[in-house]
């Protein structure tokens, strides 16, 4: 982490509500998480729980679209969530200890990956002091076609939006009343080359379109972590996952 200066990534982050750093991994590192995830997918992914597992079609497991709290269930990437220069950058901007809530997978199958609806994470996370990121990283080539990251910048500096029922499978709600002027004066998109990494308020609008690519995946990690002195509203959380496990069950998505 050297190579940055701490003020100026505050500043950034503080103004626009996200930060993009092209690349922050080597293409080696890059290689070895990727070999490390296909480890995982083969050999852990059928262990976990299934809500932790989900497809865009339940029924051919090529289509893996979201892995959660990988790690929970494997060491190599509890090392990545809690070890890595990734957390260091989210106790950069975050000016406190950065505690490790999730490591996800993020896929978008070829043609059937569906967009990821506009979203502010903080209204998942339930939060009663909020002080929360959400970190990303692009383990493929991301672009326009097969669904790179667009952010609204400054939406951070705002209370939550509105959110709703999305029934995307992975991001159960989405922002209603998205697509006003300012949503789209302030829109960014983030294409990039593995490596690509980015790192967003909790608050901050963002979204993706779906794959339109007969042939290219488009495969991420994702890292969240809360600062020291956020505080969960743990009963809302835990009524809100068990009602949307119980849904997602009903309607057979897992």
Known sequence: MS?????????????????????LFSDNKIEEIKIELTRYIKEVAPKVPDHHVFYENKDDKSTIKQLQQMFTYDDYFKDLIENSSIRE??????????EPQNLQFFNK???????????QDGYYFMLKKHNAVTCWL????????NGCIHYVRGSHKSEYRPHGR?????????ITDFGNDNDKK???SFPGEPGTFLIHNAKTIHWAEGNKSR?????????I??????????????????KLKKEMKEKNLI
């Open 166 to 174: 999305s029934n995307v499978l992975g991001f159960s709600q989405g």
């Open 109 to 119: 199958p070829p043609g059937i990956g569906k967009p990821t609806p506009p979203h």
């Open 215 to 223: 042939t290219r995946t488009r495969k991420a990690l994702g890292f």
């Open 89 to 98: 950058v989210a106790e950069i901007v975050l000016r406190e200890k950065a």
């Open 138 to 145: 692009a383990l493929e080539k991301v672009d326009e076609e």
């Open 186 to 188: 302030n829109t960014v």
């Open 3 to 23: 190579d940055f200066n701490n003020t100026d990534l505050q500043s950034h982050f503080d103004e626009n509500g996200y930060i993009a750093i092209n690349p």
């Open 225 to 242: 972590y809360y600062g020291e002195s956020a505080e969960i509203n743990q009963e809302a959380h835990d009524a809100y996952q068990e």
